[in-house]
């Protein structure tokens, strides 16, 4: 399965994170809920703006700059 | 003799931690600082059958990471300070998350109890909890709470009360392929844990997290032998071949689903068509959107207040007299008439004199500044409130970043900016909002420079005055020129920090609550927060400087008490300072009455208005400006200057409590008054030639 970063990723696709990336906001990321192995569901993604994803049951607004770093792919399960 | 016992009570953001504590404390905590830093440390007390519980309420934090400085305040809190028991909160809704921060304190200390909070909300929504089979396997007292609901508060603290005393073995999460490495750090570490405040174990999971401050505890203590811990971190670290806080925070993710597995039944309730959401994700609609409802709260909260722009539009319409008592029946005027009317009676009882001037132009004078601001600020906050508590402010938030980002801000600074239109000082404290220390300072020095009510008061008062075109576009050009200001400062303050390598792009990370219906209560306690501080830090300082000030104008070098203000202390330092408004067209005899209406404006900004009608005794602002003898251009540069001059003292005092540096409030001032004179003298230049 291909790799791509969060943000390219379209609106309503699930996809499993493959690395969060080590900067500044990865400790937060890692204790929302954001770590390798998670499933997201990408519920918001208009091309510009934050991503917003859903973990769990809650949903995270992620600005795109950081959603560039996180790199994931497409859950096909 | 009641026994104490202290609970420290901690919870990641939006699990309802405030709301519980409320609901426990009924709202009674001393508010305080904790050592060294700003972040606030709520604390309350009360009696509880035979204990005195002791609460303290610890900073919302996601985990006990070493990365913001609420985590190291808390997490320092429970391994120094020993509280009886520590309460961790989790969220019904949102169990798996919220868990993770209840298993990295249980793997740190044996005496938590977990709340279950917000269960009547999971109870509508189709959510059911097996609590007692959490329970056993966390082996730890888990009690379902509803703070609202005011449910299960009496079991939770009686539950706590059982466990004061009651050390349970530490939490083992199975690390997998991390755990020889563990044993051979724990084996180490292990011959020091007599000078380790911290257990063992704990010290060794965090060390292979990379917690800078593990790290620089064993280095410490360990000396020499430090190497050997980096040798197998290392060794780990290819092992394992991901980051190992990654990994670390893997396994914690793993073992709270474990912890949930067949503990919890949800009814898949069908999920509500997202049309608000909609609205405030397409990047076409959110910066609209966001920007007018921040615009239609502060019209509103305007127009209650002052009656401005109704006002002057029906004026404009040929309705002068509707909008006349627009303008009367405002708060702002319906407050000053009230102390008009407490003054006189003073004045009739006491007669003329320096003890009635005293205490109506100084004490009544003051008590009146702060009142009027009173009903304003808890109109603006309650809104903000609905917002907030409802989940609506962290749309319009996230819908306004885009727009933010422009300048080097971030959607998080929606708040400060926000709170700044009604009051600087709100607006400083408000700058917390923001994760981004960079982001917050420049929050700190730049949103005073948004016009608070008080200065929208003053202009009012000199557009009034002036009158004509110039008046009425007097108040509409002060904001844009206030705003554009503030647009052009920030979006140089970022292209300087990024010049200098300190710069992190204002981003964005924010949990998005579910939209409800917002609680009075919730929205009270959020409107109270901010009342309560303006009242303790704006109003003792606007108090105590209208008694000042009041001393300034009325106590004469060489006579002593005086009836001419033009005697006055405060005169002979206006008449010292004024020639530095020459440049502004604004010279002469009486050049000193309006260098003396900016000094009381650096007091507090309304007081610009009866400083003018003080010294030039007159009846009404308008006559009283009027004889200042300002031409048009000075009167706007005056106006201009009056907008970004300085923040007021009490928006100083609150630079200095948020920063703790005399560097940035000196930093404040002079990037002010710099700006606010050669914005002055550029409009007077401007003005000249048209």
Redesign the interface.
Known sequence: MEVTSLDMVREGSRVVVV??G?Y??????????I????KLEVV?N?????V?VR?????????R??AKKILVKVDSS | MRRTVRIAIVGQPNVGKSTLFNAITRGNAIVTNWPGTTVEKHEGHLNYRDYELVVIDLPGIYGLSYTTLEERISRRFIVEEKPDVVVVLVESLNLERTLYLAIEIRELVGNIVVAVTKVDEAHSRGIHINFDLIERRLNTPVVPVSALKRVGLDRLLDTVIRSVGVEKPLLKIDYGELEPFIDSIEHIVQGYSENLRYPTRWLAIKFLEGDAEVEDILRKVLGNQYRELEEIREEAKRRIGIDLAAFISMKRFNYAQELVKNAIIKHRVVRKERIIDKIFFNPFTAPVISFSIIVAIFLAVFIVNTGYPISDILRNLGYSELGDIFEEYSLSSLVEKLFEYIGNAVVDTLGEGPLTSFIVDGVLGGLASVLVFIPLIAIAMAILGVLEDSGVLTRIAIGIHLLFQRIGLSGHSLLPITLSLGCNVAGVMGSRASPNPLERIKLVILTPFIPCQARLVVLLAIATAIGGFAGAILVPLAYFVAFSVFIVLSYIASVVSKRRGVYEEAELLLELPPLHRPYARVVWWFTWFYLKHFLVKAGTVIFSVSIISWILLHISLSTGYTEDVGGSIAAQISRFLAPLLSPLGISGEKAWITMYAIIMGFLAKELVVSAIVTVTSSISFEEAFQKLGLSIPSAIAFTLFITLYIPCLATLATIYSESKSFKYVLLSVIVMISTAYLVALLSYLVALML
């Not at chain 1, 208009?46 to 934050?50: H, M, Q, S, T, Y």
């Open positions: 690395e969060v080590s500044g906001w990865s400790r937060r990321l890692y204790q929302m809920g770590v390798p192995g998670s918001f208009k091309g510009v703006g934050p917003v973990v769990g049951d809650t949903e995270v607004s992620i600005g700059g950081i």
